[in-house]
């Protein structure tokens, strides 16, 4: 079984600031690795995944991740925020082996201030 | 193209009554998906379709929970005899891959569910 563990549920921020978002795992098998947005109002969207390769994974909108497996983390990061950049992120994890379904983190609240 | 979509958006129901909420996936996309995010939550998953059957199910908190897509597209989640616990929004995923693909799960917007 998996579990995923974002420990800050809230990062406050200022605009044009770095900000890490923290993602850890629990799994007894290999994983693949996933960050979601989710936008007031709106479903959820794929921000990047890491699923083999290159530990630094790029995603969208100037996002990356670095999978680390003797830390077993996945932490999201941004050079410089942007006001738009306000949602909630979700890491979530998936076994290797027979399973097709996604574990998710409870989520962290980013909030960028002007 | 379409995203996937999910009918209604919204949907109060007193306790014991009967609810189904309506998934729309991708054109062409094989598995479907449905999840559940309670308030302060993550998505948690329910049940997992490839094409007709339901490949897992392990997600299904109990038997008052069941849902179908007899066609391989559309699916309907059912809820028998509601409880203020099911409270939620529920969430519709679909994905172009075979079982065990690495193909993106797109999400829906969700039905949020309000049990009285």
Not at chain 1, 75 to 81: A, D, F, G, N, Q
């Amino acid at each position: 079984a998996q579990s995923v563990t974002q420990l800050d549920s809230q990062v406050p921020v200022f605009e044009e600031a770095p900000v890490e978002l923290r993602c850890n795992y629990s799994s007894s098998v290999s994983v693949y690795l996933f960050w979601y947005v989710q936008y007031p109002n709106q479903g959820l969207q794929l921000l990047l995944k890491y699923l083999s390769g290159s530990t630094l994974v790029k995603g969208i909108n100037g996002f990356e991740a670095e999978f680390n497996k003797s830390q077993t983390s996945f932490h999201l990061r941004k050079p410089s925020v942007h006001i738009s950049d306000t949602a909630e992120y979700f890491c979530a994890v998936r076994g290797f082996y027979n399973t097709d379904k996604l574990i998710f983190g409870t989520g962290t609240r980013l909030q960028v201030f002007p | 193209g379409a995203g996937v979509s999910q009918t209604p958006s919204n949907k109060v129901t007193e306790k014991g009554k009967y609810v189904e909420l309506r998934c729309d996936p991708i054109s062409g996309h094989t598995a479907l998906y449905w999840y559940r995010q309670s308030l302060g939550q993550g998505p948690e998953f329910l049940i997992y379709f490839q094409g007709t059957g339901a490949a897992d199910d392990s997600g299904l908190p109990n038997d008052r929970f069941f849902a179908v897509r007899p066609e391989g597209s559309v699916s309907t989640l059912k809820i028998q005899r509601t409880e203020r616990g099911d409270s939620a929004v529920y969430l519709c995923a679909s994905s172009s891959g075979g079982r065990g693909s690495t193909d993106t799960q797109y999400f829906g917007p969700g039905t949020r569910l309000t049990v009285l």
